[in-house]
């Protein structure tokens, strides 16, 4: 049981929006902590995608965008492509546990 | 351009030791905090521990706290993970992570990550 929650799948068409939600908590996104998102290929290492909640590292297609409030937050993925599928995890800190969390992961499939 | 490459991963039995390094290149690793985070198969991503630039702080999940001692030698610019008693819940691809500036040690985030190198714990 991860400590933020996210959606195990999403699926949407080529081209469509899709959101993937992380719903966490007052010790962790409720407290203020940032929320940073990660992707992650098949077979391949995360690689940052939103960081602060809402920035994108260089490199990183603004069809990527995040957001937070209150104790969830979401990253959208819009014009939906084929090379999107994979796997996505939210990322925050919780002062429960004095440590980094990440979300269980959400499988994105593209049809 | 940011290199991050783990080694040292295996085959050990439970209760037994493994050390895992981190080779970084490509930045001044002294001046950035680095972290350890491992991924069980099939599963989904776990932050294990984390040190500051100097190596003076150092951070550790709760599920690995007691067994597990991450270092760095500055000089060599090499990231390490020394796991000791270890389980059969530490089997895991084990990812080295960069902590950039923006970020604290205490409340990282990632910005580049190694390949990962994967430790199997079973008798």
């Known amino acids: 049981q991860s400590v933020l929650t996210q959606p195990p799948s999403v699926s949407g068409a080529p081209g469509q929006r899709v959101t993937i939600s992380c719903t966490g908590s007052s010790s962790n996104i409720g407290a203020g902590y940032d929320v940073h998102w990660y992707q992650q290929l098949p077979g391949t290492a995360p690689k940052l995608l939103i960081y602060g909640n809402s920035n994108r590292p260089s490199g990183v297609p603004d069809r990527f965008s995040g957001s937070k409030s209150g104790t969830s937050a979401s990253l959208a993925i819009s014009g939906l492509q084929a090379e999107d599928e994979a796997d996505y995890y939210c990322?925050?800190?919780?002062?429960?546990?004095?440590?980094?969390?990440f979300g269980g992961g959400t499988k994105l499939t593209v049809l | 351009e940011v290199q991050l490459l783990e080694s040292g991963g295996g085959l050990v039995q439970p209760g037994g030791s493994l050390r895992l390094s981190c080779a970084a290149s490509g930045f001044t690793f002294s001046s950035y905090a680095m972290s350890w985070v491992r991924q069980a198969p099939g599963k989904g991503l776990e932050w294990v521990s984390a040190i500051s630039g100097s190596g003076g702080s150092t951070y550790y999940a709760d599920s690995v706290k007691g067994r597990f001692t991450i270092s760095r030698d500055n000089s060599k610019n090499t990231l390490y993970l020394q796991m000791n008693s270890l389980r059969a819940e530490d089997t895991a691809v084990y990812y080295c992570?960069?902590?950039?500036?923006?970020?604290?040690?205490?409340?990282?985030?990632?910005?580049?990550w190694g390949q990962g190198t994967l430790v199997t714990v079973s008798s």
């Open positions: 990322q925050s800190y919780d002062s429960s546990l004095s440590g980094s969390v």
């Open positions: 992570a960069k902590i950039p500036h923006y970020a604290t040690v205490t409340t990282p985030y990632f910005d580049y």
